[in-house]
């Protein structure tokens, strides 16, 4: 009984649908004429490429940082060498592209400043002032080979100065280790470079201490009395019996 009652419902159900039609559009379709096709022609893409259809994405630019306009440059620049389309998407990448670059360099500035600093206004591993060898006495510089240090040093320590003899000391540690062939002197080269042509590590320690009492005493501003002068002239003498000398 329940399922006929069910099906009653249903069928005055779908009657009533049946009886309010829906709406239909009213306009005619002319179904006899011919419709004609229109086509494209093949070169219809070279109409496009002249300068008036070409757009840069440059808004204006009025306001913007100096960095903001070099990035928008650079972006522009991209896209002409690689020919794609302007999206926010692709600036932001530009702009981490330049951010980079620019730190890039700027280490690489830092790095060839320090670099510079290292080799002609401090020597590094001592932690002292200059030790590029600014010999002005008696044109050591030209003449180191052919100097007399023993009687340079001999003269120093008449006069008390101290701090020259051990200058002496030092310079005849070069011109030494020169004559032995385990260094090539050049006036232009510092207590860092001379310590990394020294192959054997025994020397090479050895001429590393001297070289701290050497700067030490010379760039520190350190006047030496006759006891300090004393015990660095010991390490010299010690170095120069090491090597053969």
């Not at 496009?48 to 306001?63: A, L, P, R, T, V």
């Not at 960095?67 to 928008?72: A, G, I, L, Q, W």
């Not at 590029?132 to 030209?142: D, G, H, P, R, Y």
């Not at 020169?178 to 080269?189: H, M, R, S, Y």
Request: charged share 30%; proline share 1%.
């Amino acid at each position: 009984m329940q399922s006929k009652l069910i099906y009653i419902i249903l069928f005055f159900f779908l009657l009533s649908i049946k009886a309010f039609p829906t709406d239909r559009d009213s306009l005619n379709i002319d179904k006899n004429s011919d419709i004609s096709v229109n086509y494209l022609p093949d070169d219809f893409k070279d109409n496009y490429d002249s300068k008036d259809f070409k757009y840069e994405y440059n808004s204006d630019s009025e306001g913007l940082s100096w960095s903001e306009r070099v990035t928008r440059w650079f972006y522009n620049l991209l896209r002409k060498i690689f020919d794609f389309k302007p999206t926010q998407k692709g600036l932001k990448i530009t702009q981490y592209i330049i951010k980079a670059l620019y730190y890039i360099a700027l280490v690489l500035i830092i790095f060839l400043i320090v670099r510079s600093l290292i080799r002609k206004e401090g020597y590094w591993i001592f932690g002292k002032k200059s030790d590029k060898l600014e010999i002005a006495t008696e044109n050591i510089e030209v003449d180191l080979m052919e100097t007399d240090f023993d009687r340079l040093i001999n003269d120093a320590v008449l006069k008390n100065n101290y701090n020259l003899a051990v200058r002496y000391y030092y310079l005849k540690t070069l011109k030494v280790l020169t004559e032995k062939e385990i260094i090539e002197w050049d006036a232009d080269k510092t207590n860092l470079d001379y310590l990394m042509e020294i192959d054997k590590t025994h020397i090479q320690n050895l001429f590393q201490k001297i070289s701290y009492i050497y700067d030490y005493c010379w760039y520190g501003e350190f006047t030496l009395d006759q006891s300090s002068f004393n015990e660095a002239e010991s390490r010299f003498i010690s170095f120069f019996k090491t090597i053969g000398k």
